[in-house]
């Protein structure tokens, strides 16, 4: 089994990038279908944008549109291929393991998340297996590197109006249903 790849510093482009994110992301917070939840692909390489996503369960009545799913789905028929080796997927908050896995078939180059799984666990359920396990458990080597920003990426979880949606989310903690 690979290992992942870790490297402890963040640079300047990785804060630009998960900031242009979050307010991608943010954006969501006045339509009908608002979502925390947000991915952008870059050239590892360049750091040229290729895609964004956001969270579409409930506008595409599919609970496996997750924002770094469609965003991968999308990059993927951006460049006609399914591997997106050379790419880094950032995320507004840590991969659930569907996510993870899907990153690491796609062959990422790295993956870079803000907010945790147990930040995202205050308001929605979750998969608590972190990123790097699934990482860690893979034939597919990925540097998975986080939380960052992380504190930024939670301002999406507190919004009021964000707070308001995930009480009508039937994965939300706050009205009981699983």
């Known amino acids: 089994?690979?290992?992942?790849?870790?490297?402890?510093?963040?640079?300047?482009?990785?804060?630009?990038?998960?900031?242009?994110?979050?307010?991608?992301?943010?954006?969501?917070?006045?339509?009908?279908?608002?979502?925390?939840?947000?991915?952008?692909?870059?050239?590892?390489?360049?750091?040229?944008?290729?895609?964004?996503?956001?969270?579409a369960v409930a506008r595409e009545h599919d609970a496996a549109s997750h924002a770094e799913l469609r965003a991968v789905r999308l990059a993927g028929k951006k460049l006609k291929g399914p591997l997106l080796a050379g790419y880094t997927l950032y995320s507004t908050c840590e991969p659930c393991p569907m996510c993870m896995a899907n990153a690491l078939w796609a062959r990422l180059d790295r993956v870079v998340y803000g907010a945790t799984i147990d930040d995202a666990n205050r308001y929605c359920l979750q998969i608590h297996i972190p990123a790097t396990e699934v990482a860690?458990?893979?034939?597919?080597?990925?540097?998975?590197?986080?939380?960052?920003?992380?504190?930024?990426?939670?301002?999406?979880?507190?919004d009021p109006r964000m707070q308001k949606a995930f009480r009508t989310w039937s994965t939300s903690k706050s009205n009981g249903k699983r």
């Open 1 to 55: 089994m690979a290992r992942p790849k870790t490297t402890p510093n963040f640079s300047a482009a990785d804060k630009e990038r998960m900031r242009e994110l979050v307010r991608f992301t943010a954006q969501t917070l006045s339509t009908p279908h608002p979502s925390p939840f947000g991915a952008l692909i870059v050239s590892t390489r360049t750091g040229k944008p290729l895609i964004r996503a956001v969270n």
């Open 136 to 158: 860690r458990r893979a034939d597919m080597s990925c540097i998975v590197q986080g939380p960052f920003l992380r504190q930024e990426c939670n301002t999406l979880f507190d």
